[in-house]
């Protein structure tokens, strides 16, 4: 079975903290990705990555970073928390595939719900 | 902008009946796409993918795809209240690299 792991589960953290949410998986899968979920806005990629030190933005990057320096670690780094990063964060990697293959299929984390004061 | 488009619900039907989740996407170049069950406060669980014209079944499950009308579904025979969920749609976009989803349907399966 697929493991994504994501370290922290639940976080409080205060306006302007510098937060990390940490995301390892054990697939050795090439893609990986952040998203955040928001309710009535469902889930939105913040960054994704196809390879060690690589990375793409997604659909809303702004005031997030993030780090890959490992295969199996993809990071998202908010450089000075707001209250409007309050959400529920989701890590999630996948492998190539094309055609009839299952690659490209994304498999989740359990979620880090972050809660910014 | 690529987008994948779904029915925000709730859909409500009673246990024992079919459920029918409907999903349309934008990118006509899409290759490979997939439902998602999320159960509230829980990450997204793959329940299976499709990348060919016609019908995939899986169990109750089936995924039905179109894509000259660019539309995907799913259908839920013997629907249990233990369906009752967040079903999500996303839409893997041509080059392959970025996958999108739907802000998905909620299902409530009455006992």
């Known amino acids: 079975d697929v493991k994504v792991t994501q370290s922290s589960r639940y976080l409080v953290k205060r306006t302007g903290e510098k937060v990390f949410l940490e995301c390892v998986q054990d697939?050795?899968?090439?893609?990986m990705f952040w998203y955040r979920q928001d309710p009535g806005l469902g889930l939105r990629l913040i960054y994704f990555?196809?390879?060690?030190?690589m990375k793409e933005k997604g659909d809303i990057p702004e005031g997030y970073s993030v780090s890959r320096e490992k295969k199996e670690r993809f990071s998202l780094i908010l450089e000075s928390a707001s209250t409007n990063q309050t959400s529920m964060y989701l890590c999630?990697?996948?492998?190539w595939g094309q055609g009839s293959s299952s690659g490209n299929t994304i498999y989740f984390g359990e979620g880090s719900w972050l809660t910014v004061v | 902008q690529k987008e994948v488009e779904q029915n925000s619900g709730p859909l409500s039907v009673p246990e024992g009946a079919i459920a029918s989740l409907n999903c349309t996407y934008s990118?006509?170049?899409?290759?490979?796409f997939f439902w998602y069950r999320q159960y509230s406060g829980k990450s997204p669980e793959l329940i299976m993918f499709?990348?060919?014209?016609g019908d995939k079944e899986d169990g109750r499950f089936t995924a039905q795809l179109n894509k000259a009308s660019q539309y995907v579904s799913l259908l839920i025979r013997d629907s249990q209240p233990s369906d009752s969920a967040t079903y999500l749609c996303?839409?893997?976009?041509?080059?392959?690299?970025?996958?999108?989803f739907g802000a998905g349907t909620r299902l409530f399966v009455k006992a």
């Open positions: 999630a990697s996948s492998f």
């Open positions: 697939m050795d899968h090439e893609n």
């Open positions: 990118d006509r170049g899409s290759q490979s």
């Open positions: 990555s196809y390879d060690v030190k």
């Open positions: 996303a839409v893997n976009l041509s080059g392959g690299f970025k996958t999108i």
């Open positions: 499709i990348y060919s014209n």
